[in-house]
């Protein structure tokens, strides 16, 4: 089943994604667009044992929408990736804290090349992120690594086609990546499903598909 069970403080769009807090039991979600146009920096918090939604007293470094964030486990923090905002598209990597309570760019450490609706994946075997596609055409598979404070494209391996406002999700029984639909520059709203396996590393479309094509969707990975 599902049904609303809480609202966000504003009716909000391309929000950069959210990430579920496992030691705080609660979920963020970052920055987006109001129905009248304006973006946002602001990050909300939510809590299910209370179902209470509260704007935390922590802003990203700029109003930014269209981003893709994940959750780092081991530093207990997430990462913020890209993002379009009004001085056009991002190239960032943010850093929110929630135990320091503190949200910034990380300096000196920038995406190969601004993007936004890209999909991202946190790898818990290698603790690293992955960072799928993108606007503007992007067709990349980019690797953050946090700890030794690089970021760069996989060399020789890329999605299918060139594709935005696509989804990802982490298997971690097969620990390997799941990218889901999209818009793709050649072939519009996209359908496939795309399997990335770091070890490889390598990029298979699966034979299933989704149901029909669609863009701007969400995923998670199942228990």
Not at 6 to 23: E, H
Not at 80 to 92: A, C, E, M
Request: proline share 9%; hydrophobic share 40%; aromatic share 10%.
């Amino acid at each position: 089943t599902a049904e609303v069970i809480a609202t966000l403080p504003s009716a909000r769009f391309y929000a950069s994604g959210a990430v579920w807090d496992p030691v705080n039991k609660c979920a963020y979600t970052f920055g987006g667009r109001t129905s009248d146009a304006a973006f946002h920096d602001d990050i909300m918090k939510f809590d299910p044992a209370t179902l209470e939604v509260t704007t935390l007293g922590v802003t990203l470094p700029t109003i930014t929408g269209q981003g893709c964030v994940v959750w780092d486990p081991t530093n207990h923090c997430a990462y913020i990736f890209s993002g379009y905002s009004p001085d056009g598209v991002l190239d960032t990597i943010v850093k929110f804290d929630p135990g320091a309570g503190t949200c910034a760019a990380i300096p000196g450490v920038t995406l190969p090349e601004p993007l936004s609706l890209s999909g991202a994946v946190w790898d818990p075997v290698s603790n690293c992120a992955y960072i799928f596609g993108g606007n503007p055409s992007s067709d990349a598979i980019v690797k953050f690594d946090p700890t030794a404070g690089t970021c760069a494209a996989i060399p020789g391996v890329t999605l299918p086609e060139a594709a935005g406002f696509c989804c990802a999700a982490w298997d971690s029984v097969n620990n390997v990546a799941y990218i889901f639909g999209g818009n793709g520059e050649t072939s519009g709203f996209l359908d496939t499903i795309v399997k990335f396996d770091p070890a490889g590393p390598a990029v298979t479309t699966l034979e299933a598909k989704l149901p029909s094509p669609r863009r701007s969707v969400s995923a998670c990975p199942g228990q």
